[in-house]
């Protein structure tokens, strides 16, 4: 099961941020097809928002094909999506959490954090630097 948080600070919209945690628990193998979403009754009391805001993220992500809503029964994630972690993957995260220890160790905030590593992202992925 996902338990959602909210980061006023993030810059993004609520129904966004609760997308994209379904979207990464989705990527990373934490929630699995088949697995059902918290309801919007559930997120509501537990985030103190507003229901179209859960439903508004709900629908965005049935809508790239990622959940499929049934009605009367809930949200499910959608047969087909995801991955299923493997050792590479628990080897990968080991390390990048040992990478974000030394940052904030070294006096880096969250923000820095998040900032180098979509700079690192970006120049790889985008710029194709190798």
């Known amino acids: 099961m996902i338990s959602f948080y909210l980061e006023a600070d993030s810059g993004l919209p ?34 103190a928002i507003n229901p179209n805001t859960v439903v508004k993220a709900y629908r965005e992500l049935e ?9 009367g029964r809930g949200t499910f994630v959608r047969e087909g999506v995801g991955l299923k972690p493997s050792a ?18 070294s006096g880096m905030t969250r923000e820095d954090v998040v900032a180098l590593f979509d700079s690192a992202v970006h120049e790889m992925f985008v710029e194709g630097v190798a």
């Not at 628990?25 to 979403?37: C, K, N, T, V, Y």
């Open 14 to 47: 609520t129904y966004l941020q609760i997308a994209r945690q379904v979207e990464h628990a989705i990527r990373l193998g934490r929630l699995q097809p088949g697995d059902q979403l918290p309801s919007v009754r559930d997120v509501v009391a537990r985030l």
């Open 88 to 105: 590479v993957h628990v080897s990968l995260q080991r390390k990048l959490r040992h990478w974000i220890t030394g940052a904030i160790a």
């Open 63 to 71: 809508s790239r094909g990622l959940l499929d809503s049934r009605q």
